[in-house]
């Protein structure tokens, strides 16, 4: 019986190997199958351009040796000469295109504005009490918070930033890293404390760019230096991002291997912004979602009593934002860190009644659980409809409930605002809801585009995108009230005067 209980044994552990080796191969062979099959639908996009594939060289970098900001500047200027050099090459003898921006005399084209807001820009103001950085997010220009600029130009010495890799080409986000970004914000920092140092500077950062200001200031504190900045201003600030940008730097690794560069690029799309590029690489969302992730190393590093010097902070995002993950703005930001004097102002979607009709989720259901707290350390204020079938607007203090009318409405049409709108004015002549016959530059506001699904080259999310904010006035009231906290060299308050962006 033994033997024989020893021959059954043997063989049931035969079949089991025999088993594991059947279900090895064709887990192998289904990844096999799945990989080819990624990689031949990552392959179908369009052809690559030469603004996707040129290299430039006169691009700054961490390791460059850029001593200060003028020197920046310097290398900016030869960059621009750099790509226009190689891009007139590269397009000699091609079919001039109306609405790409690499084309000369383009509608797309940035030289059809007064100035080109792609580059860095300084307006100087030697007798202002407070001096203003301004620092963009991933992918466009320090086009995106002009207004922001001319708000501040009467009493403020502004310095508007061209991040690294932003302005030219999309290729220049291929290779691009978040420490290259870092320091071109260390450099115009630091320009600005040394023109006066009595004088406080105050950051105001959108999307990457607010995330860019809290990794200088964490990164001040974790080599035990005190902070540079009076006040931080984010506006759709990227704290967080969607778990998928975590595998995004796998899928530009998988298109080296297989020398496909098709596969360095989420999408490929027409080049029709003046200033903000239209095609995206993967590496772009890998860049923000490792500077998130050293953001929060050091936070969780540093001591409560370091993380208390953090300069006060005020955030604005909408509720409802695709782009970043407005939950950790809520948790990993303003509830791990903030305190009075700190503030944060959320906009709610328009709560007609055909709007409630038509959400696929309620956001605010969603933070339900952060607007119910008996009691927040900092000022939260949320930009709401008066009720339903109401398109005029208050704005609603947590947790006191306390309301303010601010004699503004939700514009007919509008549903919700956006990632990229927050920082726009109404009378914007891009992105704005009033076109200028007068202009010959593209128009990209509410341009109505009607026909059958899939016909044109512009995906229709980004027709139906809010481009605008109809709230600007209001957030302009905000920062400056917010400015109180920058006081030094002189009074800073009073309310600036936004002017259109030419």
Not at 242 to 268: F, H, N, T, V, Y
Request: proline share 6%.
């Amino acid at each position: 019986m033994s033997d024989e209980g020893d021959g059954v044994s043997m063989g049931i552990l035969r079949l089991e190997r025999r088993l594991l080796v059947l279900l090895f191969w064709m887990a192998l062979g289904g990844a096999v199958t799945l990989l080819s099959v990624a990689v031949w639908w990552l392959n179908q996009k369009p052809t690559l351009s030469p603004w996707h594939t040129l290299t430039l060289t006169e691009e700054f970098t961490a390791h460059r040796e850029v001593d200060d900001f003028d020197a920046y500047l310097a290398l900016e200027s030869a960059l621009f000469a750099e790509k226009e050099r190689k891009l007139a090459s590269a397009l000699k003898g091609t079919e001039p295109v109306p609405f790409n921006r690499y084309f000369s005399g383009s509608r797309s084209d940035p030289a059809q504005w007064p100035q080109n807001w792609n580059r860095s820009f300084e307006w100087a103001n030697p007798d202002a009490p407070l001096a203003v950085l301004l620092v963009h997010g991933m992918s466009d220009s320090p086009y995106y918070l002009s207004h922001l600029a001319r708000h501040f130009t009467r009493r403020a010495h502004v310095l508007g930033l061209r991040l690294p890799g932003h302005g030219t080409l999309p290729s220049a986000l291929v290779d691009l890293r978040w420490q290259d970004l870092a320091a071109a914000v260390s450099l115009a920092v630091a320009h600005l404390k040394a023109q006066d140092s009595q004088r406080p500077v105050l950051l105001v950062g959108f999307s990457t760019g607010a995330a860019l200001a809290l990794n200088h200031e964490l990164a001040r504190l974790s080599e035990d230096q005190p902070v540079d900045l009076c006040a931080m201003v984010f506006v759709s600030p990227a704290i967080g991002l969607s778990p998928i940008a975590a595998g995004a730097a796998w899928q530009a690794r998988l298109g080296r291997w297989l020398e496909l560069d098709k596969l360095a690029w989420e999408s490929l799309s027409p080049e029709y912004h003046p200033f903000k590029y239209s095609s995206f690489p993967v590496n772009a969302a890998d860049i923000v979602y490792r500077l998130i992730e050293s953001n929060r190393s050091m936070i969780e590093q540093l001591d409560e009593e370091r993380l208390a010097t953090l300069p006060p902070m005020l955030s604005f995002n909408s509720i409802i934002d695709e782009t970043v993950d407005t939950g950790a703005l809520l948790d990993s930001l303003y509830l791990t860190l903030a305190a009075d004097p700190d503030e944060l102002v959320l906009f709610d979607v328009n709560r007609t009644w055909i709007d409630q009709q038509l959400l696929t989720q309620d956001p605010f259901q969603t933070y339900q659980g952060f607007f119910q707290r008996s009691s927040l350390p900092f000022r939260t204020t949320l930009v709401e409809n008066r009720g339903p079938g109401d398109r005029r607007v208050h704005a609603r203090e947590f947790p006191s409930q306390q309301t303010e009318e601010l004699n503004l409405s939700w514009p007919e049409r509008v549903h919700s605002l956006s990632h990229v709108g927050l920082p726009i004015a109404e009378s914007d002549p891009l992105l704005g809801p009033h076109q200028d016959p007068e202009r010959e530059h593209v128009y990209l506001g509410h341009a109505a585009i009607s026909g059958e699904k899939g016909m044109f080259v512009i995906p229709s999310s980004e027709v139906l995108r809010q481009k605008w904010n109809p709230f600007f006035s209001y957030m302009t009231q905000r920062i400056d009230a917010f400015t109180g906290h920058c006081q030094a060299k002189g009074e800073v308050t009073g309310v600036g005067e936004e002017v259109a962006a030419q």
